[in-house]
């Protein structure tokens, strides 16, 4: 049994799209949110009211009697997150922190001890046919790579086949969506920069060693040779073009699936899955 | 002078950010400096076509380097690491640099001394030349942590060169999302503009870079973009910009010819005229009115 990621490195090219049609065709399994800036998969399977469970992440908590001033603490922090400041106990910006522990490590006086802060939510929903799971990062906390981390950890105590609707772009929160799938869909647009950032995504996919294979939607708008020859080149196959239609554009504005509307979506959306089979089998 | 900073935003991706963001370079052609801290999917550059005269390396993090002479497999390293970075195997302990977030722990913890931290480069920026004027963009590589920080580093040197050189405006097209490039990108600026679409998901997501953008303190002001997708999002979205009191920049119809421009990698202004004009007739009068 798989887990497949949904990626597409520009933002906008259909990925949610093709993650709400694949979840449509599946009986069983679990659908996972991992675009958890924006997390919208959740809107077009209409998945109402869910259960919530925070997510924390792990800062230091300074004990001001224990603590010297002597700022050591803040000299080994990587990520600028503790500031000193003449000899007072130092400041700590939670947004910074990545949770490491170094500064507890460090401290001479053992005044530093491990808090937790909210970054965000999970939201899970054992729906009829599939459990759903959708991270959700809280407005202003920089770091979704551990509310990525916290879905996974999640999902994988729970049923496969699994679809993840992952994160845009090619860095750290796209790579903790995709090193932990099987199998890795790309989708993309046949302009310039659509295969500007299919390059990117594709590089970054190919790096983690993880088989992968391209849809191209509205392949009728802009120059889809080139992103065939670009696919051809790289050695990853095309599994599906999708022509623009103005009937799936204004069904995904209200929240409905492209499968659900579109005979053209359901053929590619089973191409999609026999063709994953197919490969991990 | 201080030069006033324009962070053109989405949310959602794919909403026509670059396009928008394109045509506003025409229009403020010379009068501005340009700069793209998209970083992990740039796509400015394709419309504007810099020279790049200048390119410079970026180098945010350190990550370990494992000296197997010294290494006694003890696992002091492997237990610290909370990011799972760091792995023993058979033929010793390797560093898994995509999960290593640089904190340098290991390095710290061992007692044979065999780990040093180095940097390396995660990326390149360039100044470019273009027949709109200077454009700073840049390239994380593929998979790399911090794009935050080279957000923030370009935005330092296009506001140099603004300072040094009297460009009263920066134009910058930014990241997607609302997490560390946005924050990055955002904190500071003179004004937000979110380019959205009418569509469920571009609703919700402006919210959420709403109130990003109340939590920074920075003005928001939307372009509704594909504003004939539809009727019910498109009425919505309106409710949400008066309700919040965002400034309204304008709307604009989906038009195939943008894509087709784009995909002939030119800046798509015939295709955005005329509400292009109009909208930045209302951001000009809205940057003249911010007092620095």
Redesign the interface.
Known sequence: MFRLTVVSGKGGTGKTCVASSLASALQEGTIIDLDVDEPDLGLVLNIQNPEKESIYKVIPKIDIQRCIGCGICADNCAFGALNQFGMNPPLVNEKLCHGCGVCEYVCPQKAIKESQIKIGDLNIKHTKNWWFIEGRLTIGEPNPVPVIHAALEKANSLPFPQIVDGPPGTACPMVAAVEQSHFVVLVTEPTPFGLSDLALAAETVQELRIPAAVVINRSDLGNKEETEAFCKKINIPILACLPFSKKVAHAYAEGIAPFCVDQRWQEATYTILGHVKEVLS | MIPKEIVVV??????GK?SVVSALCALFSKKALFCDVD?????LQ?LLHPNDGQSFSFSG??VPEIDSNLCNLCGACVN?C??DAIKKEINGITSLL??C?????CA??CPKNAITMNSYEQGQYWRGETSLGPLWHAR?H????N??MLVAKLRREVRQEAIKNNYPLIIVDG??????????ALTGATLAVAVT??????L??LL?LG??CS??EVPLAVILNKAD??E??NAEIQDQIKNKNWQFLGSIPFR?SV??A??S?EIPLDSLHPEIETIYTNLLQIINNIKM
């Not at chain 2, 679409?197 to 571009?202: K, T």
């Open positions: 989405s949310g959602k991706g794919g909403t670059t970083v992990d999917a740039p796509n394709l993090r350190k610290f909370r990011f995509w999960k977030e640089g904190c340098g722990g710290l913890v994380l593929a998979g790399e942590e794009s935050g990241p997607p999302g609302i997490s560390c490039p946005a924050i990055s679409e009418p569509s469920l998901s571009g919700h997501d959420r109130d990003l939590s920074l997708l539809s019910i999002r195939p894509v087709e784009i995909s990698e």
